[in-house]
T-cell receptor, first 113, second 118 residues
Framework: DAKTTQPNSMESNEEEPVHLPCNHS???????IHWYRQLPSQGPEYVIH???SNVNNRMASLAIAEDRKSSTLILHRATLRDAAVYYC??????????????FGKGTKLSVIP | DTGVSQDPRHKITKRGQNVTFRCDPI?????LYWYRQTLGQGPEFLTY????????KSRLLSDRFSAERPKGSFSTLEIQRTEQGDSAMYLC????????????????FGPGTRLLVL
């Protein structure tokens, strides 16, 4: 799997937007960009994924650069419950190999009340 | 609650003892994964099953580790002759693999079993 690079940590004030960056300069044309997050003392949970176009769901938005070498996870209004480690993961097409998730160290997001 | 469940949530054992963890996936999910997570690191893949077949094992899965999913439902992960380096959180995840090459599966994780080997 192609490698991703994320900042080790970020801080945000409560109720403000948060932009979590991820660099993936070696992404292949068929790699999807997935985000998972892990709240303290819990297993990871799926947040969002995309291929080329920006994506929105009830949890977050995913903005993908035109050259696909970077992406940004956007939390529109951070809450205390959003304090977690956020992982950016690249995954290939189904049937193209293993289905495992390859986690890096992620970005630890702290939300300040 | 219809999510992934794991039992026990915590386990303390002495070096050299055997331990077994159980994972109950979301009903009808055909894929089941085991991951291990040490402090400050992201989860690392250990092995996965599609139905009852174990399709891939990581090189992290030494011969002291064995996993089963006998009827394609729950799974067990056994560690024999535990070592202090086995202390970690063991995470289970399940997913439903559909058809279509562009379909991207979502993995649903359990709360994990935290193992401490003294």
């Amino acid at each position: 799997d192609a490698k991703t690079t994320q900042p080790n940590s970020m801080e945000s004030n409560e109720e403000e937007p948060v932009h979590l960056p991820c660099n993936h300069s070696t992404i292949s044309g068929t790699d999807y960009i997935h985000w998972y997050r892990q709240l303290p003392s819990q297993g990871p949970e799926y947040v969002i994924h995309g291929l080329t176009s920006n994506v929105n769901n009830r949890m977050a938005s995913l903005a993908i650069a035109e050259d696909r070498k970077s992406s940004t996870l956007i939390l529109h209004r951070a809450t205390l419950r959003d304090a977690a480690v956020y992982y950016c993961i690249l995954r290939g097409l189904q049937g193209a190999g293993s289905y495992q998730l390859t986690f890096g160290k992620g970005t630890k997001l702290s939300v300040i009340p | 609650d219809t999510g992934v469940s794991q039992d026990p949530r915590h386990k303390i054992t002495k070096r050299g003892q055997n331990v077994t963890f159980r994972c109950d996936p979301i009903s009808e999910h055909n894929r089941l994964y085991w991951y291990r997570q040490t402090l400050g690191q992201g989860p690392e893949f250990l092995t996965y099953f599609q139905n009852e077949a174990q399709l891939e094992k990581s090189r992290l899965l030494s011969d002291r580790f064995s996993a089963e999913r006998p009827k394609g439902s729950f799974s067990t992960l056994e560690i024999q002759r535990t070592e202090q380096g086995d202390s970690a959180m063991y995470l289970c995840a399940s997913s439903l693999i559909g058809t279509g090459i562009r379909r991207q599966e979502t993995q649903y994780f359990g709360p994990g079993t935290r193992l401490l080997v003294l």
